[in-house]
């Protein structure tokens, strides 16, 4: 007994399954394009937020150094009793109660987590250490005022040729504490929504399988409807591909430009296969 060979579907119920196939290709770029938005635009919100502690960071840094050029005027008093009924200045006060607003404001935007926060504690505690070391030298005279300058400006220790972070003076911790907000910046840019390694082949998979089911299409449409494929399919496809590629590209592409080029990629696919079809479609009696 000889098995029967299994009839070959319809064409329709092909061209059905194939339109089936190229909509479901596009829902899942649409579904893509939403998440890599979503996520990347996280990312791209931290990494302005932390952009703007960075901008605080370097305002700090400003700030600091006019302070301690405040104290180095004040250092230039060599009367001991001027200096102490001169104190530290209102320069110098000043320019310390601006630093610590601007830490304040940096802690907002840090973008290090727990160790960025460490850090930024480290530095508001050197400030306050800094301050109370001036007000205190202030009665000791200019000597021990230009003690605290240098320690204002302190350079960092070294291990070997690279310098250890936060171990030098108020200035140079504060650019340290900038340069780890820049790195966890770096790593916010860097993310995996928004890495081409990741990118081109998320989208240009399912670009492929849509490739090969237009292909299909103009195959089955040409050898049995004898008919040219509808040139309205390979518009989707090119609107679909030019999707992918700039959402790798532009990394990602704003989904306001993105969602309606596949809205319209799925309108154009609709009336791609809708003649077709309508061939089959009898009036009933």
Not at 54 to 74: Q, T, W
Not at 221 to 240: G, M
């Amino acid at each position: 007994m000889t098995g029967r060979r299994p009839r070959p579907s319809h064409p329709v119920v092909v061209l059905r399954r194939l339109r089936a196939g190229v909509l479901g290709v596009l829902a899942v770029t649409t579904l893509l394009c939403l998440v890599t938005e979503d996520r990347a635009g996280d990312q791209i919100a931290a990494a302005a937020r932390t952009r703007d502690a960075m901008d605080d960071i370097e305002d700090a840094h400003a700030e600091a150094v006019a302070a301690r050029s405040a104290l180095f005027k004040v250092s230039a008093i060599e009367d001991p009793v001027s200096i102490a009924l001169t104190g530290t200045g209102a320069d110098f006060a000043n320019a310390a109660a601006r630093i610590s607003s601007h830490l304040t404001s940096a802690t907002e935007g840090n973008g290090a987590g727990s160790r960025g926060l460490s850090h930024i504690q480290f530095v508001q505690g050197q400030l306050a250490t800094s301050v109370k070391m001036a007000n205190a030298a202030v009665l000791d005279g200019a000597p021990a005022v230009r003690e605290v300058v240098e320690k204002l400006g302190d350079r960092p220790e070294r291990n070997g040729t690279h310098p250890v972070r936060f171990t030098g003076g108020l200035e140079q911790s504060l650019l340290d504490l900038r340069q780890v907000e820049s790195d966890a910046r770096t790593v916010q840019l860097r993310s995996n929504w928004r890495d081409g390694r990741l990118l081109w082949p998320l989208f240009m998979t399912p670009l492929a399988v849509m490739l090969l089911l237009v292909c299909a299409t103009g195959r089955v449409v040409a050898r049995r409807f004898r008919r040219y494929p509808s040139p309205a399919l390979v518009l989707a496809l090119s609107a679909t591909a030019s999707v992918d590629v700039l959402m790798c590209v532009l990394r990602p592409l704003d989904a306001a430009i993105a969602l309606p080029a596949l809205a319209a990629a799925g309108a154009l696919t609709y009336l791609a296969y809708r003649p077709r079809l309508a061939e089959y479609r009898f009036p009933r009696s």
